[in-house]
């Protein structure tokens, strides 16, 4: 089993920053593959923010490029996400996902959700 549990949402105004943090638990024998941060806007469906693999290559919706940056320490099982020169249009609820592979198969796990407000 993995537990995800994000932090370092809130209030920002526009143009300020935000760094979301995602602790992984894991029960032993399990580990992790891809991680990524997605969000989902009120009255939206939920998005891809970006991903990273165990080795470090990323992915990013082109609305967060150049702006959002994810990182993992693969020791802590800890991903993260830096957000720079935020827009209104980032307000969302940030969800933290990881891909699991166990017996031959991959298990996708969610986060609870982190809730970002660019606002001013």
């Known amino acids: 089993q993995v537990q995800l549990v994000e932090s370092g949402g809130g209030l920002v105004q526009p143009g300020g920053s935000l760094r979301l943090s995602c602790a992984a638990y894991?029960?032993?024998?399990?580990?992790?593959?891809?991680m990524g941060w997605y969000r989902r806007a009120l009255g939206n469906q939920r998005e891809l923010g970006a991903t990273?693999?165990?080795?470090?290559?990323?992915n990013y919706a082109d609305s967060v490029k150049g702006r959002f940056t994810i990182s993992r320490d693969n020791a802590k099982n800890t991903l993260y996400l830096q957000m720079d020169n935020l827009k209104p249009g980032a307000s969302a609820v940030y969800y933290c996902?990881?891909?699991?592979?166990?017996?031959?198969?991959?298990?996708?796990?969610w986060g609870q959700g982190t809730q970002v407000t660019v606002s001013s």
């Open positions: 996902h990881a891909e699991t592979p166990y017996l031959g198969a991959q298990y996708d796990y």
């Open positions: 894991l029960t032993r024998f399990f580990s992790i593959n891809t």
């Open positions: 990273i693999l165990k080795s470090g290559t990323t």
